[in-house]
């Protein structure tokens, strides 16, 4: 068995075990640190594919965005997970049924008929002067220049009517106003009452 043979093993080992992990464990938090793990593991995959601006695109957006928004989410929420788990039991059944179904599917998609080193040869290596990131480049802003405007007016608009949907003012909404916070007076808040000294009996 060849080096890089055995470096995949040894990484997609570690990402089935993080990707178990993720659904298995109680702490949410340990929950997206284990997913940011099978990230991470992910990027060492696509290296070894020669697909480097995959791997590093991978890791600055999700591990590196994505995740870090997640954790901040959970810890700043403070999720109580036992009323999450109190139907696990009752809807254990249907849960392994659809697992099944997919583990099926994923069996008739990925056996060796299909993947096989027979149907699909393994990948050469290329010559030391490849650059992926300039390749994907080129035939991004020349074959698929016009797609690729056209997903970023769509993101652009999601992110305008995502900001317009928050900044709306519902009326069963509590906000602050900052300047009336501000332009506050002691007299206003504190009410100074006056009592008669009494002696004690």
């Known amino acids: 068995m060849d080096f890089q043979r055995l470096v995949f093993y040894v990484l997609a080992a570690i990402l089935v075990f993080a990707a178990a992990r993720v659904i298995t464990v109680r702490n949410p938090v340990h929950a997206a640190l284990h997913l940011v793990l099978a990230f991470f593991t992910c990027a060492g995959l696509w290296l070894l594919l020669e697909a480097e601006f995959l791997a590093i695109t991978l890791v600055l957006v999700y591990v590196g965005a994505v995740m870090v928004l997640f954790l901040f989410v959970v810890m700043m929420l403070d999720i109580n997970t036992?009323?999450?788990r109190e139907?696990?039991?009752?809807?254990?059944?249907?849960?392994?049924?659809v697992a099944a179904l997919i583990l099926i599917e994923m069996y008739l998609v990925v056996r060796a008929r299909n993947f096989g080193v027979e149907v699909m040869a393994i990948p050469q290596r290329h010559a030391e002067g490849y650059s992926n990131v300039r390749e994907l480049g080129a035939v991004l802003y020349t074959d698929y220049v016009y797609p690729f405007e056209i997903a970023a007016v769509i993101l652009l608009v999601?992110?305008?009517?995502?900001?317009?949907?928050?900044?709306?003012k519902r009326p069963e909404t509590k906000y602050q106003n900052p300047a009336q916070q501000i332009a506050v007076r002691s007299r206003d808040r504190v009410r100074i009452v006056e009592m008669k000294a009494e002696k004690k009996q």
């Open 82 to 84: 036992s009323p999450l």
């Open 87 to 97: 139907g696990f039991i009752r809807y254990l059944p249907v849960g392994l049924s």
């Open 158 to 168: 999601a992110i305008i009517a995502a900001i317009a949907l928050t900044m709306r």
